[in-house]
Structures are given as structure tokens and as C-alpha cells.
């Protein structure tokens, strides 16, 4: 199936640093979601953007929205490692559909 | 409030032996999605229900895979005959209008031998 462009694929991190991943697509997506899963669980939501430019927090999480509308950006400051895991990007498309495409995910390591 | 809610969380069974995934939907919500994760294919929407009315079917694999919604409290998604390529993990999702964020649940490991 389809899947949008994640980066980078996995990272190793120490403890306390900043992280940033992006997903990236070559349509135009009317919304964005962020979602982390921890290893034998289902993805959890963590963020969601509805609106081009849209820069929403969560914690120590901050997602926005690209002005282009073909990509999202999730940051996440002072790691911990209950960080760990993957974090996947979902996006759905202009046309309104009810289908979410999902991200090739970024597999987190923090190390301590 | 319980999230989504799946059964069983594994499950290993043989070649040619039907199985039965079940998924209970957030309460109140309306929309209830199949996925199947696996490493080489990432997350696919295997199903879509709307109001218990299957609306899209197209990510069924195959005639082997079948799915119902009774009510709006419960889904099934069976695979019979099953085959070693169906081992996945399979995931129940919920939401609110179709349009809206889904809720995944835990997830159900298949393997077959």
C-alpha cells in the first residue's frame, strides 16, 4: 500500500536532546496526525493539525503543519527515555476520504 | 473511558485453520477501521465501516479474509482459510465521523505456522 516518506528512518539520541523527524508527500493532505507506538501496542495519537501553518503542542511535543501542505514536522524537546519508539505520521488527503495514509515511521532510541 | 478494545492480543494457529479477530469500538463512535501492520508493508487499511455498514472493502487481501459489524459495539475480521503469509499484527481502529482522528487498539499478533 501507499505510505508517505518518513525521516530519518531511526535515530539514537542521548538523553535531554532535541529530536525532530518530518514526513513528507507528494499530494497535498488536508490533515495531518501524529501517532507513537510502543513495542506490542497499538499507535497511540499524539497530535493532530487540521490547517496549513498550524503549529500545536503537546507537552514537550510540537507538530506543525507545512505551508505546502504535502508535509509535517514533529519535534520533541529534552528527550527521556520513555521516548522510545515509533512514531509514525498519518495523512489525509485533500479529497476528503475517510482513508488515513500512514508513514514509514521513525523508530526513537534514547539513550540514557 | 475504555479505549479500543481487542481479542485475542495473540494468537497462533496452523495452516488452514479459520481465525477470528474481535474488536470492540470506543463507545460512540462510528466509524471502525481494519488495519495490518507488517515491516514490509507498513499499516494498511484492510476495511472501513461506517454506522456497522462495511463501505470499503478494497483492502481485503483476498476471499479468504471477511469482516461484519452486527452492531456498533463489535467486529470481527476472520481469515479462513489462514495461510503463513497472513502473520501479522492486525489493529481495530475507532473514531468519531470518518473523517476524524482514529483510536487504535492494541492490536492482535497473528502467526501461522
Known amino acids: 500500500g501507499q505510505q508517505l516518506n518518513q525521516s530519518p528512518q531511526s535515530m539514537f539520541i542521548q ?3 532535541d529530536v525532530s523527524m518530518n514526513c513528507t508527500s507528494s499530494s497535498i493532505f488536508n490533515t495531518w496526525l501524529w501517532y507513537k507506538q510502543d513495542p506490542g501496542e497499538g499507535p497511540v495519537l499524539l497530535i493532530a493539525l487540521y490547517k496549513a501553518g ?28 520513555s521516548d522510545v519508539g515509533i512514531y509514525f505520521c498519518a495523512g489525509q488527503r485533500t479529497s476528503g476520504t475517510y482513508k488515513y495514509i500512514f508513514g514509514t515511521g521513525t523508530r526513537l532510541k534514547v539513550l540514557a | 473511558d475504555a479505549g479500543v478494545i481487542q481479542s485475542p492480543r495473540h494468537e497462533v494457529t496452523e495452516m488452514g485453520q479459520e481465525v477470528t479477530l474481535r474488536c470492540k469500538p470506543i463507545s460512540g463512535h462510528n466509524s471502525l477501521f481494519w488495519y495490518r501492520q507488517t515491516m514490509m508493508r507498513g499499516l494498511e487499511l484492510l476495511i472501513y465501516f461506517n454506522n456497522n455498514v462495511p463501505i470499503d472493502d478494497s483492502g481485503m487481501p483476498e476471499d479468504r479474509f471477511s469482516a461484519k459489524m452486527p452492531n456498533a459495539s463489535f467486529s470481527t475480521l476472520k481469515i479462513q482459510p489462514s495461510e503463513p503469509r497472513d502473520s ?8 468519531f465521523g470518518a473523517n476524524n482522528e482514529q483510536f487504535f487498539g492494541p492490536g492482535t499478533r497473528l502467526t501461522v505456522l
Open chain 1, 54 to 81: 498550524e503549529l500545536t503542542s503537546n507537552g514537550r511535543l510540537t507538530a506543525q503543519f507545512g505551508i505546502t501542505r504535502k508535509d509535517s514536522f514533529l519535534n520533541i524537546s529534552a528527550s527521556i527515555p
Open chain 1, 15 to 17: 538523553e535531554g536532546e
Open chain 2, 88 to 95: 501479522a499484527v492486525y489493529f481495530c481502529a475507532s473514531s
